[in-house]
Antibody
Framework: EVQLVESGGGLVQPGGSLRLSCAAS????????MSWVRQVPGKGLEWVAN????????NYADSVKGRLTISRDNAKNSVYLQMNSLRAEDTAVYYC???????WGQGTLVTVSS | DVVMTQSPLSLPVTLGQPASISCRSG???????????LNWFQQRPGQSPRRLIY???NRDSGVPDRFSGSGSGTDFTLKISRVEAEDAGVYYC?????????FGPGTRVDLK
């Protein structure tokens, strides 16, 4: 069964940092683009970042460029989102997803507040 | 960024009746490889999104055949042939042709 499990969310102060992780199973991880998508509770979806299979090509939404960094470890079947200089507007549920949204994790909530 | 619009934003439906959601993009979604990367997602209350349709009209594995997608260029449609109770939720179209990928605002489908 294809599965994605996110972790690492929590409460962080403005300007702080957090690292999200997503563990993949049930498919050949190193063959697929991986992405992070976020959703403010009760609101719509925003595609945050994606990463090609070998990790050499990364794309970011303008709203997070320079502050969030996507990376992966194919040996560990995992993708990460390093979040720095966090702002209140980064508060959202963050989902890990495979390819063009084929599979989604359960999401992890990031709350940026003092 | 490519702006995606959906209509209606709210759709009350009757069990067993058909339903249709329209999605429009601000520019053509035909990619240089000839494919059109327009996907549809369903999000039930309290759940993660689930992809239903990819590349305009291809149903994902396990998606009931009452769901169908159609369209081309900038105009796309998701149809449910006969609505069932489990179809309640929010439906999003999303384009993956141009970066950044963008979603429509969502259409809330509620049972009457």
């Amino acid at each position: 069964e294809v599965q994605l499990v996110e972790s690492g969310g929590g409460l962080v102060q403005p300007g702080g940092s957090l690292r999200l992780s997503c563990a993949a199973s049930g498919f050949t991880f190193s063959n697929y683009y991986m992405s992070w998508v976020r959703q403010v509770p009760g609101k719509g979806l925003e595609w945050v970042a994606n990463l090609n299979p070998d990790g050499s090509d990364k794309n970011y939404a303008d709203s997070v460029k320079g502050r969030l960094t996507i990376s992966r470890d194919n040996a560990k079947n995992s993708v990460y989102l390093q979040m720095n200089s966090l702002r209140a507007e980064d508060t959202a549920v963050y989902y890990c997803t495979r390819g063009g949204g084929h599979t989604w994790g359960q999401g992890t909530l990031v709350t940026v507040s003092s | 960024d490519v702006v995606m619009t959906q209509s209606p934003l709210s759709l009350p439906v009757t069990l067993g009746q058909p339903a249709s959601i329209s999605c429009r993009s601000g520019q053509s979604l035909v990619y240089s490889d000839g494919n059109t990367y327009l996907n549809w997602f369903q999000q039930r209350p309290g759940q993660s999104p689930r992809r239903l349709i990819y590349k305009v009209s291809n149903r994902d594995s396990g998606v009931p055949d009452r769901f169908s997608g159609s369209g081309s260029g900038t105009d796309f449609t998701l149809k449910i042939s006969r609505v069932e109770a489990e179809d309640a939720g929010v439906y999003y179209c999303m384009q993956a042709t141009h970066w950044p990928f963008t979603f429509g605002p969502g259409t809330r489908v509620d049972l009457k």
